[in-house]
Nanobody, 130 residues
């Protein structure tokens, strides 16, 4: 069964850090573009960070640039999202996603759009609050 499973969410104080993990089964992630999304209650799902299949290209939302870092451990078939200097507005459910069957893969123009991906994890909750 092909699936993505996120973990690492939790409650953290403003200014704190968390590292989210996205582990894949049934698919080798190093061949695909991977993106982290988040969705807060009452808001649309938004792209946060993206890494291309070669990891040569990364994209970040302006709201998280210089605070979040996406990385890949090919040996563990895992994608990470290191989140530093967290703010209350980062509170959301975080999802990882990839495009198994969509051609061409996401690029600079559409990496942040949910419709560019066809495989999603179940999400992990991140709450930033004092």
């Amino acid at each position: 069964q092909v699936k993505l499973v996120e973990s690492g969410g939790g409650l953290v104080q403003p200014g704190g850090s968390l590292r989210l993990s996205c582990v894949a089964s049934g698919v080798t992630l190093r061949y695909y573009t991977i993106t982290w999304f988040r969705q807060a209650p009452g808001k649309e799902r938004e792209g946060v960070a993206c890494t291309s299949s070669t990891d040569a290209i990364t994209y970040y939302a302006d709201s998280v640039k210089d605070r979040f870092t996406i990385s890949r451990d090919a040996a563990k078939n895992t994608i990470y999202l290191q989140m530093n200097s967290l703010k209350p507005e980062d509170t959301a459910t975080y999802y990882c996603a990839t495009d198994l069957y969509l051609i061409p893969p996401p690029d600079r123009g559409n990496w942040h759009l949910p419709e560019s991906y066809d495989l999603w994890g179940q999400g992990t909750q991140v709450t930033v609050s004092s």
